[in-house]
């Protein structure tokens, strides 16, 4: 079955800091990877997407995302935090095994930026 | 905005009732996605449907049922609800299959 597991419930950085959101994934044949973030009392929002080709991508509000396929991860970056980046993020591969498009997501990791 | 918008925001009912929460996609896209999000579980996948119809189905119980009318909005009805039950039920669409969904800001859902 495919799976994305988020290893930390919670990430706590500094403003200014790099901040990183670990991501594994389980999935037989090629991962469609996905990371949305969440912000209190709203739904998903897209920040960026893994389908083929370079293993960093760019995504929205300055987030980058880094496939590694020989770790299986795909860790959610920033060089520098924000205190609005403070949010829930979650992690999701797109089941390929059913071909309907539904995402399966992560437990969701908690960002707390600090001033 | 993501163009996908969910009604009621808040539902506070009792236990044994029957609730339907409703979801219009944006413009034009065919496949509506229900997902439930609660402390415990996490986003768990509901039911998919795609142009009216059913595509798959997921950790949805037998006494919650979906369905998606013809003008591609989509219910989604909760029927003897428990405590359980409480949770943010969330509805997304994408244009197609395999493109990235867009989610509603969800139903707060609250069994008491």
């Known amino acids: 079955a495919q799976s994305v597991a988020q290893p930390e419930d919670q990430v706590n950085v500094a403003e200014g800091n790099p901040l990183t959101v670990k991501c594994t994934y389980s999935v037989s044949g090629n991962p469609y990877l996905f990371w949305y973030v969440q912000y209190p009392n709203r739904g998903l929002q897209f920040l960026l997407k893994y389908i083929t080709g370079d293993n960093l991508v760019k995504g929205s509000y300055g987030f980058e995302a880094e496939f590694n396929k020989s770790q299986t991860s795909f860790h959610l970056k920033k060089p520098s935090a924000l205190v609005s980046d403070s949010a829930l993020y979650f992690c999701?591969?797109?089941?390929?095994?059913?071909?309907?498009?539904?995402?399966?997501f992560g437990q969701g990791t908690t960002l707390q930026v600090k001033p | 905005d993501s163009g996908v918008t969910q009604t009621p925001k808040h539902l506070i009912t009792a236990t044994g009732q029957r609730v339907t929460l409703r979801c219009s996609p944006r413009?034009?896209?065919?496949?509506v996605y229900w997902y439930q999000q609660s402390l415990d579980q996490g986003l768990q996948f509901l039911i998919h449907y795609y142009n009216g119809e059913e595509r798959a189905k997921g950790n949805i119980l037998e006494r919650f049922s979906a369905q998606q009318f013809p003008d591609l909005h989509s219910e989604l009805n909760l029927s003897s609800l428990e405590l359980g039950d409480s949770a943010l039920y969330f509805c997304?669409?994408?244009?197609?299959?395999?493109?990235?969904?867009?989610f509603g800001s969800g139903t707060q859902l609250s069994v008491l």
């Open positions: 999701a591969v797109r089941d390929t095994a059913s071909n309907t498009g539904k995402l399966i």
């Open positions: 413009s034009g896209d065919l496949s």
């Open positions: 997304a669409s994408s244009p197609r299959i395999n493109e990235k969904l867009f």
